[in-house]
């Protein structure tokens, strides 16, 4: 890879992205960063500056509420499309619901939402990212991907692919998170990256198929609000 042409704003950056898997100490961003908790420390306050990073009483860094702003703006139609039938679905199936695109060669989360009534919730934070070859929602995605676009898979992979791509929707099993399953569908929309709907959760007492169906049911609608 080559080398960032500002290292400065390419380390900020690759903080705000840490971050997004949830809060961390000054020593524990210096570590992940590879660089002197001084260097660190320097790149957080610059971040608390502009609001996009806070400290809590225990000194831990997280992302900040202007984070949340800046991010509403991203593909805003498709997060203003995609709420409402992410809120009905994660209601109504009683499972975290939510949005992933692609962005390079991984998927991340754009918006989530955790079911209303739920002894237990099971988090998806926005921002949260993964490799495409793993989880539901990369299968998912993968699968409107003509072939030769594909990164290098396994032929486990390919046959999992290819199997969602026939059925119309993806499915995964500790595969991003241990103990999580996910259920995902894929959503195409004109000139827009490739994208899926979908649920995570521990456990289920509705089928498979059943939540695909649901998923599929918001997916068409979202595409024929913002591609109609």
Not at 178 to 195: C, D, E, F, M, Q
């Amino acid at each position: 890879m080559p080398a960032p042409a500002s290292q400065t704003l390419s380390r900020g950056i690759r903080i705000l992205e840490i971050l997004a898997d949830g809060p961390l100490t000054i020593d524990e961003v210096a570590a992940r960063l590879e660089v002197h908790r001084s260097i660190a420390y320097r790149l957080l306050r610059t971040l608390e500056d502009h609001r996009l990073v806070i400290r809590d009483a225990t000194g831990r860094t997280a992302l900040g509420p202007r984070m949340a702003a800046l991010a509403a703006g991203v593909a805003h139609d498709l997060q203003a499309e995609a709420l409402p039938e992410l809120t009905a679905v994660a209601n109504e199936l009683g499972h975290t619901a939510f949005l992933a695109v692609l962005d390079g060669d991984e998927v991340i989360t754009l918006t989530s939402v955790e079911p209303r009534h739920a002894v237990a919730n099971v988090a998806q934070r926005p921002g949260t990212r993964h490799p495409i070859t793993v989880g539901a929602p990369g299968k998912a995605i993968l699968a409107q991907l003509p072939d030769g676009e594909w990164p290098s898979i396994d032929e486990g992979l390919r046959t999992e692919v290819l199997s969602a791509r026939e059925r119309g929707y993806a499915l995964s099993h500790d595969e991003v998170i241990p103990n999580l399953r996910s259920i995902a569908v894929p959503l195409s929309l004109r000139g827009k990256r490739p994208a899926a709907l979908a649920v995570v959760h521990v456990a289920s007492r509705v089928p498979d198929a059943e939540i695909a169906d649901r998923l599929q049911r918001s997916a068409s609608i979202i595409r024929a609000s913002l591609d109609g």
